[in-house]
């Protein structure tokens, strides 16, 4: 898969693009891009997404902007393993931001990426203010003749519309098995493990302390989770333990979120590796002991309990 952070050289060969954040990639994300490539493959075209870094609320409304379900590596990741040929990453600042709907199309879709079949949403919007819209874009291809547009409706499962909003709601309120049945898949954050203050291994249960670019992660708490290691030989593939993702109220006075994972029957050192976590089941909340004692004690049940998780599904 081909990764392009600007649209200032023409594009050669003819695109079949869809557009949006496609945050998460759930299924209703997947529907499009499953229908991109067919279009793609029919016409003999690349099949491209285009997406925005950062998120244009995130730049226009920070304070109001929704939390990230996926990082843009995350994102990139997935969408390699969907078969997507090309991504398109426009810088959204304010220059991207001023420009007209109808530059939009003619300079950036046409004349830069060659785009021949475009896939949006029924309420897609877009150019300066959101001018720009479904009729706009069917006007503009019926009228040059140039590119084909289709319209994608709403993705549904059992009656629920499958979404961001939803998804993020699921997993705030610790609906691990909601978020994977809109999802497709476990909900997960990925990141490479750093060194941390070791706290947990003095306490008689080592972690690996796992960086991850999620400013503000959908989900806090205590978890049963299964880790995949992608890139090193060395490791299991599959991995089962216990997840902390919170700020440690018991042995810290920081709102700073530490995503910090227990692996069962583990014992290597992995600095430096590359981890994907999937959240399966949420055990409980993140909460502040009056002693060391007492929270080694919920560790251990957390562990327990994590366990008879495991052995259960």
Same mark, same amino acid.
């Given at each position: 898969m081909q990764v392009f952070r600007s649209t200032a050289t023409r594009n050669k060969n003819p695109l079949a693009l869809t557009i949006g954040n496609f945050d998460g990639v759930h299924l209703?994300? @997947?529907?499009? =891009?499953?229908?991109?490539? @067919?279009a793609a493959n029919r016409l003999q =075209? #690349?099949?491209? !997404?285009?997406? +925005?870094? *950062?998120?244009?609320?995130? +730049? =226009?409304? *920070?304070?109001? #902007?929704p939390t990230r379900l996926t990082s843009l590596r995350e994102k990139l990741e997935i969408f390699a393993e969907l078969g997507i040929d090309r991504v398109q990453i426009c810088?959204?600042?304010? #220059?991207?931001?001023? !420009? #007209?709907? /109808?530059? +939009?199309?003619?300079?950036?879709?046409l004349k830069q990426l060659n785009v021949r079949w475009l896939l949006v949403g029924d309420d897609f919007r877009f150019g300066a203010k959101r001018m720009g819209d479904v009729s706009l874009l069917k006007a503009h291809s019926q009228q040059a003749n140039q590119f084909e547009v289709e319209v994608m409706a709403d993705f549904s499962i059992n009656h629920i519309r499958v979404s961001s909003t939803a998804?993020?709601?699921?997993?705030?309120?610790?609906?691990?098995?909601?978020?994977? @049945? =809109?999802?497709?898949r476990p909900y997960s954050m990925s990141g490479r493990i750093v060194n941390g203050e070791k706290l947990a291994k003095q306490l008689g249960f080592p972690t690996a302390n796992i960086h991850f670019k999620?400013?503000? *992660?959908?989900? /806090?708490?205590i978890f049963a989770v299964e880790v995949i290691s992608r890139a090193s030989s060395k490791l299991p593939k599959v991995m089962q333990g216990v997840a902390s993702l919170g700020v440690r109220p018991t042995t810290h006075n920081s709102n700073k979120l530490i995503l910090e994972v227990h692996l069962f029957d583990f014992d290597q050192e992995i600095y430096g590796q590359h981890l994907q976590v999937n959240f399966l089941h949420k055990l409980r909340d993140e909460e502040k002991y009056a002693d060391l004692e007492t929270l080694i004690? @919920?560790?251990?049940?957390?562990?327990?309990?994590?366990?008879?998780y495991f052995r259960l599904h």
């Open positions: 209703g994300h @997947q529907a499009i =891009l499953e229908r991109l490539k @067919q =075209l #690349s099949a491209c !997404i285009m997406i +925005f870094e *950062p998120h244009p609320r995130e +730049f =226009l409304t *920070p304070n109001q #902007s810088h959204f600042n304010h #220059s991207f931001a001023q !420009i #007209s709907a /109808q530059s +939009f199309i003619t300079d950036i879709l998804i993020r709601e699921a997993l705030s309120a610790g609906n691990m098995v909601l978020a994977q @049945q =809109l999802l497709g999620h400013n503000r *992660p959908p989900l /806090q708490g004690e @919920q560790i251990k049940q957390d562990i327990i309990n994590a366990k008879n």
